[in-house]
């Protein structure tokens, strides 16, 4: 099959950053820039907590989409600090990042909360968008297949082919996220088809074709045209850089153009 059978989706992933008067700032720049791509690319700012309902307003009635940053997955109870899926689909909210390298790097995340969380998101209507990616030395130790395909199993353990193609996966190397080192076109392409003929593996041909597979880490104006041209490379995740309204719609246009 080809790359045109699946959505092409530009997320932004604004971290740690923007209070709301900047959060409304940023969207009300991105939104005429990018509306050109409605019905061709989904773009999606995914935000702190707190700038979700500020987000949700600002960009209702245009293509930009929003997503949270990180889901609880218990429905709700005694869990100080965390938000559930219902919170989230309350707002309107549409996608959800789970299982960030950051979150499991600084907030204990495991490729079992990972799984529980993606089971949690999607049984409330939620589309996940899974991370996951090798640290620099398991890459330098030959074994990023191993790593990243253990993630991609249990971070779906259980997830239903059809709620595999509601779900976004994002591949972010460790090593590429906020560093400035981006994997090569080749590189990135290489892992990402290596998750898709995984996906063929756990599921099925037709459904492996169907799922979004994002390229994350380091990914900037300079860069996206030569790694969004890549057969299995159908969107990306992008930290730094969408930040900046200007250079997050250069990745977006060449989703568009690509
Ligand atoms: P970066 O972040 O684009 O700043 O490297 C990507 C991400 O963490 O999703």
Wanted: net charge negative.
């Amino acid at each position: 099959m080809k790359k045109s059978v699946r959505k092409a989706i530009i997320a932004g992933n604004w971290k740690m950053n923007k209070t709301r008067p900047e959060a409304k700032a940023l969207l009300e720049e991105i939104k005429p820039l990018v509306a050109n791509a409605a019905g061709n690319v989904e773009v999606i700012a995914c935000v702190p907590f707190t700038n979700l309902e500020t987000a949700m307003t600002v960009t209702e009635g245009s293509n930009v989409k929003i997503g949270a940053e990180n889901v609880h997955f218990e429905k709700s109870g005694a869990f100080t600090g965390e938000i559930s899926a219902d919170m989230l689909i309350e707002l309107g909210v549409e996608y959800v990042v789970i299982g960030h390298s950051e979150r499991r790097q600084y907030f204990g995340e495991t490729d079992e909360t990972v799984n529980k969380r993606t089971k949690a998101a999607l049984a409330a209507g939620l589309k996940p968008i899974v991370c996951v990616g090798e640290l620099k030395w398991e890459r330098e130790c030959g074994i990023t297949e191993e790593v990243v395909g253990k993630q991609v199993k249990l971070d779906l353990f259980d997830v239903s082919a059809e709620d595999a193609k509601k779900t976004v996966i994002a591949y972010e190397p460790v090593w590429a996220i906020g560093t400035g080192l981006t994997a090569t076109p080749d590189q990135a392409e290489e892992v990402c088809a290596f998750i898709r003929a995984t996906l063929a593996k756990m599921y099925d041909e037709a459904t492996a074709e169907a799922i979004t597979i994002q390229y994350g880490g380091s990914m900037n104006a300079a860069n996206c045209a030569e790694l969004l041209a890549k057969p299995n490379i159908d969107g990306g995740l992008i930290g730094g850089a969408s930040l900046k309204a200007a250079d997050f719609n250069v990745i977006v246009q060449a989703a568009v153009n690509g």
